[in-house]
T-cell receptor
Framework: NAGVTQTPKFRILKIGQSMTLQCAQDMNHNYMYWYRQDPGMGLKLIYYSVGAGITDKGEVPNGYNVSRSTTEDFPLRLELAAPSQTSVYFC????????????FGPGTRLLVL | AQSVTQLDSQVPVFEEAPVELRCNYSSSVSVYLFWYVQYPNQGLQLLLKYLSGSTLVKGINGFEAEFNKSQTSFHLRKPSVHISDTAEYFCAVRNAGGTSYGKLTFGQGTILTVHP
């Protein structure tokens, strides 16, 4: 049981490039989330999904897109990377909302130059 | 809307000393409260959570937190810290009802540094 896995661990992008951050969970969780973490700012929710085919925006969705075609996978797409997207990205999952614990992946560190 | 304020961005402490990391929240509805820990270059791990019932919650690694509804606080404590407790700690809140879809609102984080 690997929990929540994320790839890559680290990536450098040039301004204007695109990339997809991968996230997978093997706990059969319905809910999945993408957060970004900036120093001194805590974590901010980018997008979330309550099941396959259902996604919605969080606090800071601009510049990102998501899809959820399976229960296990929740990729995050960056189009036209900008320096403001330099951050650490965390994927998380939970069985449901409410009382359930969110389990986090190890993170992807992204640098946009 | 909800918000979480962690009152100290950094807390230095000596090994075996007690520590308190402070967290205040603001919400117009009932909430669930969480503390997560992030060790260097790792993801977040749940320390403890308050859902209902006893206001004193015990978590992993000897940590505990007390929910104070009148003061809207959820401070984290440990009576004797170890070097291995050096990490960043995040307080988070979630709407206890409605259609929040489990979204967490995080505080800014407190870096705990334990010195020998």
């Amino acid at each position: 049981n690997a929990g929540v896995t994320q790839t890559p661990k680290f990536r450098i992008l040039k301004i204007g490039q695109s990339m997809t951050l991968q996230c997978a969970q093997d706990m059969n969780h319905n809910y999945m989330y993408w957060y970004r973490q900036d120093p001194g700012m805590g974590l901010k929710l980018i997008y979330y999904s309550v099941g396959a085919g259902i996604t919605d925006k969080g606090e800071v969705p601009n510049g990102y897109n998501v899809s959820r075609s399976t229960t296990e996978d929740f990729p995050l797409r960056l189009e036209l990377a900008a320096p403001s997207q330099t951050s650490v990205y965390f994927c998380a999952s939970s069985q449901r909302g409410g009382r359930e614990t969110q389990y986090f992946g190890p993170g992807t560190r992204l640098l946009v130059l | 809307a909800q918000s979480v304020t962690q009152l100290d961005s950094q807390v230095p402490v000596f090994e075996e000393a007690p520590v308190e990391l402070r967290c205040n929240y603001s919400s117009s509805v009932s909430v669930y409260l969480f503390w997560y820990v992030q060790y260097p270059n790792q993801g977040l791990q749940l320390l403890l959570k308050y859902l209902s019932g006893s206001t004193l919650v015990k978590g992993i690694n000897g940590f505990e937190a007390e929910f104070n509804k009148s003061q809207t606080s959820f401070h984290l404590r440990k009576p004797s810290v170890h070097i291995s407790d050096t990490a960043e700690y995040f307080c988070a809140v979630r709407n206890a009802g409605g259609t929040s879809y489990g979204k967490l609102t995080f505080g800014q984080g407190t870096i705990l540094t334990v010195h020998p």
